[in-house]
Nanobody, 128 residues
Framework: QVQLVESGGGLVQAGGSLRLSCAFS????????FGWFRQTPGKEREFVAA????????NYADSVKNRFTISRDNAKKMVNLQMDMLKPDDTAAYYC?????????????????????WGQGTQVTVSS
């Protein structure tokens, strides 16, 4: 059974950086698309970024484009989210998710319902 464990959240001032990591176990890492989502109280889970099974393609929400970078290390079975130029609006619980398969279609990987495995989440708080 796939397990995902996020780490790296915390408190940072606006304009600062954080790096989130997601450790994967329980499956064949290279068979998965990975996504990062975020959620604030009372709101739906929001797509942040996704990376293809081979790492050769990525996609970002407009709100984080050119500030966040998703990457994966297939040898270490890790997925990372480098977050730069953070804003107070980035404050949220961040979740790593795994989507099994080889279909790289935006309408699929931006939807939380497409993902079968989720981490427990890590809190990111950006102060103004």
């Amino acid at each position: 059974q796939v397990q995902l464990v996020e780490s790296g959240g915390g408190l940072v001032q606006a304009g600062g950086s954080l790096r989130l990591s997601c450790a994967f176990s329980g499956g064949f890492f290279s068979n998965y698309i990975f996504g990062w989502f975020r959620q604030t109280p009372g709101k739906e889970r929001e797509f942040v970024a996704a990376i293809r099974w081979d790492g050769f393609s990525t996609n970002y929400a407009d709100s984080v484009k050119n500030r966040f970078t998703i990457s994966r290390d297939n040898a270490k079975k890790m997925v990372n989210l480098q977050m730069d130029m953070l804003k107070p609006d980035d404050t949220a619980a961040y979740y790593c998710a795994a989507l099994s398969g080889f279909t790289w279609v935006r309408t699929v990987y931006v939807s939380p319902n497409s993902y079968g495995s989720w981490g427990q989440g890590t809190q990111v708080t950006v102060s103004s």
